[in-house]
């Protein structure tokens, strides 16, 4: 029986160590699937460090050296992949940018490119061939200059570079930094984690470990790469074990979700990562006709993370792919951050994550997780929560109150985790690492609680939106809105709401306005809307006008977002007409 | 008596088209939706959303779009849907 080659007591130092393994032992397996429009590609791990080595050639000629910043601007694929590895084998820092998508507004998408490569000294920029002539332009005048390199020409080239040249060189130590993930999607607040060579591989052990990844499993992803998520479960984990990956684009899937469910059958995929709305979406979004045969018996995880984890939408997915063999046992939850590299921690990967029904006053009101018995749940108002698991190895939780102290089981309070994955910092951002690393543990803002062992989350101490998986931060919506003329400057607020049917956050925005015009209201409805829109690549779903002073303001001035949900939910949500 | 008004099929669907829009979409029924209006580069539409359209346009209407077909310069507007449904009827 074969063993994984990265396991609890056996690591390689770097991440091109364990390159130069896989060319060496895996060059004929298969490492990557690519499910493309016109059909699928299959990569070993011989070409696949082939077409790293290229993009590593064409780095050095560009003159990047170790420790340079790589930012990736491409279309998920082929040429994303290898270059986040040409990079990693030159030991420079890789790190994948959003890809622009319909929505974006192209100057403000460029904006966002200039302020990270300003902001982080990033040395050369990767760009699809479509986008290279204008991020030239947007990128000019910046100190130190940055290149832009246009995958065609990488392609092109021949330039004599061996793959085992590369693999055979040293560039990196296991404390230098691998690659970089951007925390949020958030422009004016990005924050590169640092993850080192040696946390990225203690991470794929651990992690490894509490899912028992086993060389006979098969990863099939269509998550986005600028994400933990999709960066670690859906790339480097597969790829450092030996394990085939079967990728498919974020675009592709989100018009054609199918794609991924016979991805699965086809490959007898076993492990499958998702954000909890795709279980909403994948369960009343693919047309009984479109898999007519399917058979998703090969899972054994279907692994929810990145979003907060509902029972409900757990029960719709299995409600209706338990007829194409989906097992009920399969279901599983994660917690994870980027600053872990990934997993925080993980449900048993052989029996659906447990439940807890408490107590809603209790939980509201007096921060307590108290069980309701099986007797009482008729008359006692109840939330139920769905546990992310235990912690994984070398990771330890505690749950901490204001003052950061711990608390004791089914006290609710922010949590703090403490691992040999942890990142080393937010890139040229000391204020930001400060305030969030104290004494060797790292303060998540998530809030919720242990018990019997188990992590449930409950809340954020910040007031992130997660919208299908997304996160976004409301200071960067309302700032928006500020020079939109007929809205009060700073009288806007952002939140967001639970939308039951797509198991993710609706962004809603209150706006104060004095106009009671009906066309200028509607003019302003659709500059807010469009501005979101081409910012941040998600969508307002309500936008709501209001007069001066409807919204609630702190004691110190500023708009209250909790305080203002809530009599939004209460004045205008509550009062719409029944949805079908 | 004025004589009913009977609506082309046209705009039958150009009405049940916009009214699935404002209440399911962007959950606000009084909302001034033109016809000419982007939707997708305009923020009203999401590319979930989108798919969900279609999920509607085929169920109601009984005119089937492809996934590939469901892109924002396909889509953006309700002439432009509108038309693109016409073809297939």
């Given at each position: 029986m074969p063993t994984l080659p990265i396991t609890l007591n056996r690591r390689p130092a770097t991440l091109i160590e364990q390159a130069r393994w896989l060319y060496r032992e895996r060059a004929g397996s298969t490492a990557v699937v690519l499910v493309e429009h016109d059909g699928e590609r299959r990569l070993t791990y011989g070409a696949f460090f082939e077409g790293a080595a290229r993009f590593a050639g064409a780095l050095a000629a560009c003159g990047v050296q170790p420790g340079d910043l790589v930012v990736l601007v491409l279309q998920h694929g082929e040429m994303a992949l290898a270059g986040f590895w040409g990079a990693l084998l030159l030991g420079a820092v890789p790190s994948i940018f959003p890809f622009l998508s319909d929505k974006l507004d192209r100057a403000r998408y460029f904006d966002s490119v200039r302020q990270l490569v300003a902001h982080s000294g990033v040395r050369l920029v990767i760009a699809s061939p479509d986008l290279e002539s204008a991020l030239?332009?947007?990128l000019a005048g910046?100190?130190?200059?940055?290149?832009?390199?246009?995958?065609?020409?990488?392609?092109?080239?021949?330039n004599g570079v061996s793959v085992q040249d590369y693999l055979n060189r040293h560039p990196a130590e296991a404390d230098a930094t691998a690659f970089l993930q951007h925390s949020s999607g958030s422009t004016g607040l990005q924050k590169g984690v640092m993850l080192s060579h040696r946390a990225v591989l203690n991470h794929v052990a651990a992690y490894s470990a509490a899912i028992r990844l086993a060389p006979d499993d098969v990863v099939a992803s269509w998550l986005p790469l600028y994400h933990d998520m999709g960066l670690i479960a859906g790339f480097i984990m597969p790829i450092l074990q030996g394990i085939p990956l079967v990728l498919m684009s974020p675009f592709h899937w989100v018009r054609d979700p199918k794609i991924l469910l016979w991805a699965i059958h086809e490959h007898r995929a076993t492990l499958c990562w998702l954000p909890n709305f795709a279980y909403n979406f994948l369960a009343t979004r693919v047309r009984p006709a479109a898999i007519h045969g399917l058979d998703l018996s090969s899972l054994r995880a279907v692994i929810n993370c990145s979003e907060p984890v509902y029972a409900e939408s757990h029960r719709a997915f299995l409600e209706q792919y338990a007829y194409y063999g989906l097992r009920e046992s399969a279901l599983a939850t994660c917690y994870a951050m980027a600053e872990n590299t990934f997993a925080v921690t993980q449900s048993a990967p052989d029996a659906p994550p447990p439940l807890d029904v408490v107590d809603r006053r209790a939980l509201m009101e007096d921060r307590l997780a108290v069980p309701v018995d099986d007797g009482l749940k008729p008359i006692v108002p109840t939330v139920t929560l769905v546990s992310c698991g235990a912690p994984i190895p070398n990771c330890q939780i505690q749950v901490v109150d204001e003052q950061r102290h711990a608390l004791p089981e089914r006290h609710i309070g922010e949590i703090a985790l403490r691992s040999d994955s942890m990142l080393s910092g937010y890139y040229r951002r000391p204020d930001a690492t400060a305030?969030?690393?104290?004494?060797?543990?790292?303060?998540?803002?998530?809030?919720?609680?242990?018990?019997?062992?188990?992590?449930?989350?409950?809340?954020?101490?910040?007031d992130l939106i997660i919208v299908g998986g997304k996160n976004v931060y409301p200071q960067d919506i309302e700032n928006l809105l500020n020079d939109i003329p007929g809205l009060h400057p700073g009288r806007a607020v952002a939140f967001g709401v639970f939308n039951e049917t797509l198991g993710t956050e609706d962004i809603a925005i209150v706006a104060e306005t004095d106009t009671d015009d009906l066309d200028a209201r509607a003019d302003i409805m659709r500059e807010i809307r469009a501005r979101v829109a081409q910012s941040t690549d998600v969508t307002a779903r309500y936008v709501h006008?209001?007069?001066?002073?409807?919204?609630?303001?702190?004691?110190?001035?500023?708009?209250?977002?909790?305080?203002?949900?809530?009599?939004?939910?209460?004045?205008?949500?509550?009062?719409?007409p029944e949805q079908r | 008596m004025a004589a009913p008004v009977v609506?082309?099929?046209?705009?039958?669907?150009?009405?049940?088209?916009?009214?699935?829009?404002?209440?399911?979409?962007?959950?606000?029924?009084t909302y001034p939706l033109k016809d000419d209006e982007p939707l997708i580069t305009g923020g009203l539409v999401d590319s979930f959303s989108l798919v969900e359209l279609a999920v509607f346009i085929e169920d109601t209407f009984g005119a089937r779009f492809d996934d590939p077909e469901l892109t924002a310069e396909n889509m953006?507007?309700?002439?432009?849907?509108?038309?693109?449904?016409?073809?297939?009827l």
């Open positions: 030239r332009e947007r910046i100190e130190p200059p940055v290149t832009v390199l246009n995958v065609d020409e990488v392609i092109g080239t021949h305030e969030v690393m104290a004494d060797g543990w790292y303060y998540t803002g998530d809030m919720g609680y242990l018990a019997g062992g188990e992590l449930y989350i409950t809340g954020r101490k910040k006008l209001v007069e001066a002073k409807w919204l609630i303001k702190t004691s110190s001035g500023k708009v209250a977002r909790r305080a203002n949900r809530e009599r939004f939910i209460e004045a205008v949500l509550n009062r719409l | 609506l082309s099929e046209t705009e039958a669907v150009r009405d049940q088209l916009r009214d699935y829009i404002k209440t399911q979409m962007v959950k606000d029924p953006n507007t309700v002439n432009q849907i509108l038309s693109n449904i016409e073809a297939k």
